[in-house]
């Protein structure tokens, strides 16, 4: 016998059906999420009750659902058993879902345990129902009806897994699940009902609970919607246990991005603290109101307070500025930083006061600082210590403008102040001051003593000037003073009194006193008169007051003899310097006659000629003096002994190849050791023979320091060179000389000779020295033989040789480099010519 179904109950069991399966996933993704051992159990409880409910309100609505036309009780044992079998199953697919991983044995376990008791729970129910009919089932339903049940409890656990996995499960796919699982479970309960099989009893049993005809369809209506209650206020306490998760999630999450961006902000400004504490430069910050937010330990050094202190304070009390110059404050200037958001830079003449009155000079700069919608929040005051540059500023601008041994002026500045001064339309006197005897101390004492010798003299002069003039060290020992405003007699006074200063000052190296001395020179400084002729006319007058004895005064005169002759020798120093540069220098020689042998080979003296601008061929006596002057000489000799050698050498015709050649050697040449050793290596690496060279040195010369005349002599005598002695008897002539110097030759002076026919005591000298000369064996030469009438009396008093205009004139050796007609000039037996 086979009833019929009710098709608004069937519809309603499987709503509850599909809503308890919602619930379920709902259920197991609640628990699962569970922050605590009460929460977590709490909700298995509950949700296992409200799942079990909803099961077994499903299945008990089926039940109700079905009309056999007679009937029908149920029993209250096991329709509560089937009841708490429900729950029990709900709780074990909620505790399932609740562990760590859901392996693949363990969901097939629990799908068969859970499947077998929602089976049981069906199957229990079926058996609470009483009525006057017998059933029996067919066991291929029965079977497939129980594969299902565990089927669809396998795939509720998997679903409800990959539920748990998800952290927001998709609403449609949510919905699906539901969907399937409910008709799943309605399948099974229908299923298992169709597997049932009634036969009608002859004697109808005792029925305990025994619905009236239209109670089922209330009570399944009262059963599915206290269900749905339950269901609906399970969901409801789910979306409200989610909303308050979120809301927590929500809060923790804000609260982290809150507490990560402030300890973000927090490092962000202890690192901005870290770097403007480390930096070299003082940093403050201000707010709007210019108090001190923030103040590195810069800034607190050099402003003398602690950072601490300085917090909260107004800057300016703080930072406290003053102009270098006036010593004004300052502060005014930042006004605009706060309030039209200006920016202020101050690079100079500003200053820095400390707390503790100390200064310091800062370059400064001051920015505002802006809110993202524009409006001034503070500003930041950045500055640095310029002290130690502004120092060395100083200290370079001194040593530029200082000599750095003296502290006075250095030749940069005085010409400085000597080119401004012409511009007042005063006039002006300028002193050229130069050390005499300062080369005996350096010699003597040594660098250090004259370095000593040096400040100490100008320390000297220094008191000896008003604040207002110039004195200025031009260079090794010479100096110069500018006196501001200066008649000429006031500076000649002035002058004379530095004189007398120097001259009675003394200078003491173990015990032995030296005295120095000073010659000046004065030139009136106009604004009709150039710097450079100024300065010029000064250093002539100097000069000609040390040729006037030393520590004298020489004032500048236009018409001065002196002082044009002095002024032409300076001019001719880049003459000879060029001279020297580019061969502007010629050669002439002077035959030498012998009265003895006049067959011997031939003997000339080389004489020195400089070749002008306009070809004219001018003797040594217009330059000498300047090249002694300025230590010239020794280059020019090694320029004529150069040359000499190379026309020896040539052998080109210029000059006889037996020729030899005597060549004048100066003063100064005479005592360089260095000029000797480069004569020595001249004449040794040259393929003339020594015997052709003979070297002239005047007496002067060779008397003034006979030790080392006679080791120069020796030197160049070893070679084979020979020696004479020029001008004998010019000077402070004694006979002693000749057993001193190891000379050849000796060349009596000119002055005894042009009267030795009308004056018998030139002849009386002449003929003693022929006669000394005898004695010792040296060579006699007579100088400035200008008639040919003296050769019988220079003869016959026993002269060797002879030389002068009388005998021959001087004639240009040949020089490729003699430009236009040569005319000679002065006297033929000078030095050099």
Known sequence: MHGSYSPPLVMLSIVVAVLASHAALQLIHQVALATSRTSNLGWLLGGALAMGLGIWSMHFIGMLAYETGRPISYGVELTALSMLIAVLSSGLALWVN????????????????????????????MAAMQMDMTYQYDALLLSLSILIAIGASTAGLWVGGVFLRQRRPRRACQALAAGLMGLGISGMHYLGMAAMQMVPLATPPLLELVPEDGQHLWLALAIGMATLLVLGLTL??????????????????????????????????????????????????????????????????????????????????????RHEGTLQSLD??????????????????????????????????????????????????????????????????????????TGLHNRSAFDEALNTSNDDGECHQLLYLDLDFFKVVNDTCGHAAGDTVLREISSL???????????????????????????????????DALCVAVGQYRYYDEGRPFQLGVSIGVAPKGGEHQPSDVLRQADAACYIAKQNGRNQVHGYLDGDASLER????????PLLHEALEHNRFTLYIQPIRSLSAPAEQPYYEVLLRYISDTGEHLAPAHFMATAERFGLMSAIDIWVVTEALQVLEADDGRIEPDAILAINLSEQSLGDLKLRDQLIELVSQSSVEPQRLCFEITETAAIRDLAQAREFIYSLRRLGCSFSLDDFGSGMSSFAYLKELPVNQLKIDGAFVRNLTRDSLDAAIVSAICQICAQVGIITVAEYVEHIELLPALEKIGVDFVQGYGVGRPKPLGSPLSSGTPHDNGPAASLQG
């Open 236 to 321: 409801l306490a789910i979306g409200a246990e989610q909303r308050i998760r979120r809301s927590h999630h929500y809060r923790s999450r804000v609260n982290d991005l809150l507490v990560n961006r402030t300890q973000e902000l927090r490092h962000e400004r202890d690192q901005v603290a870290v770097m403007l504490d480390s930096i070299d430069e003082g940093v403050i910050s201000l707010d709007s109101d210019g108090l001190i937010r923030h103040i590195n330990p810069i800034a607190a050094g050099l402003c003398g307070w602690n950072p601490s202190l300085a917090r909260r304070r107004p800057w300016a009390r703080i930072l406290q500025l």
């Open 98 to 125: 609740t562990l760590p991983r859901l392996t693949l044995p363990l969901l097939a376990g629990s799908g068969l345990v859970m499947g077998s008791g929602t089976a049981m729970m069906h199957y229990t129910g």
């Open 461 to 495: 002069m220094r008191s000896h000037v008003r604040d207002s003039d110039v004195l200025a060290r031009l260079g090794g020992d010479e100096f110069a003073i500018l006196l501001y405003r200066c008649t000429r007699e006031q500076a000649m006074e002035r002058a």
């Open 566 to 573: 002095a002024q032409r020798e300076v001019q001719w120093l």
């Open 332 to 405: 005014a200037q930042f006004d605009g930083v706060l309030s039209h958001g200006e920016v202020v830079h101050m690079s100079t003449q500003t200053l820095l006061v400390a707390r503790d009155g100390s200064e310091c000079a800062v370059e400064l700069k001051a920015s505002p600082v802006r809110h993202r919608n524009g409006d001034i929040d503070g500003a930041v005051l950045v500055f640095r210590d310029i002290s130690y540059r502004q120092a060395m500023i100083r200290r370079l601008n001194f040593q530029a403008h200082h000599d750095s041994l």
